[in-house]
């Protein structure tokens, strides 16, 4: 069983910065792929950016320049550092790691508003 615990989330003001974090616990060899979506208010979840155990990753169109991915594969966590943050930016972000099936975190909710 994995478990992902998410954090760093909260509200920010458009062209802040934020810093999402997710350890995954568990009796865990290694994990593949994770990574972060996001579903905002009254659409559908969407991938913004993973990452492979061997550090090669990809992003949405909406988010490159803007967000980094990276992860501590000796730590089981994976990041994501967000700048130049937008409205449309705002949404719960929810983290996943792929070992033998797909977890998923709980979510953490960004708000970007003045």
């Known amino acids: 069983q994995v478990r992902l615990r998410e954090s760093g989330g909260g509200f920010v003001q458009p062209g802040g910065s934020l810093r999402l974090s997710c350890a995954a616990s568990g009796n865990i060899p290694r994990i593949d792929d994770m990574g972060w979506y996001r579903q905002a208010p009254g659409k559908e979840r969407v991938l913004v950016a993973d990452?492979?155990?061997?550090?090669?990753?990809n992003y949405a169109d909406s988010i490159k320049g803007r967000f980094t991915i990276s992860r501590d594969n000796a730590k089981n966590t994976v990041y994501l550092q967000m700048h130049s943050l937008k409205p449309e930016d705002t949404a719960v972000y929810y983290c996943?790691?792929?070992?033998?099936?797909?977890?998923w975190g709980q979510g953490t909710p960004v708000t970007v508003s003045s």
């Open positions: 996943f790691a792929c070992y033998d099936g797909v977890y």
């Open positions: 990452i492979t155990s061997g550090g090669n990753t």
